[in-house]
């Protein structure tokens, strides 16, 4: 569906679905001088945004989707590493976000660090 057709709220509830899956959320900013949009990262960090801005960072989440190699779900924006928990596999293996956070980066931190 082109954005041409849609209303506001369609493109901002397609916008949100999408951001999500890398964690990043937003809400209405009326403020004199914002875009119209804040953008909350994992970390908290906040950013001023346009309706336009949110949809361009949405279309590259879905850009480079596949399958996680730990849980089978989706990953999206290419995934991440997901040594040492699978082998990278010359790239073949991506993992999604979740298993990043809660598996890859704990067995990450359990490992010794070699010299
Ligand atoms: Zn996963």
Excluded: W
């Excluded at 964690?23 to 960090?45: A, D, W």
């Amino acid at each position: 569906m082109s954005t041409s057709t849609m209303t506001i709220t369609e493109r901002e509830e397609r916008a949100r679905e999408i951001l999500a899956h890398e964690g990043l959320q937003f809400e209405r900013n009326n403020e004199p001088g914002s875009k119209g949009y804040t953008i909350i990262q994992p970390s908290g960090l906040r950013y001023d945004r346009s309706i336009e801005d949110l949809e361009s960072t949405a279309s590259i989440i879905m850009e480079d989707t596949g399958t996680c190699c730990i849980c089978g779900g989706t990953y999206y924006t290419g995934g991440n590493n997901p040594e040492p928990v699978m082998p990278l596999n010359d790239g073949e293996n991506r993992c999604c976000r979740t298993c990043d956070r809660n598996i890859v980066i704990p067995a990450r931190l359990r490992e010794p660090v070699s010299a």
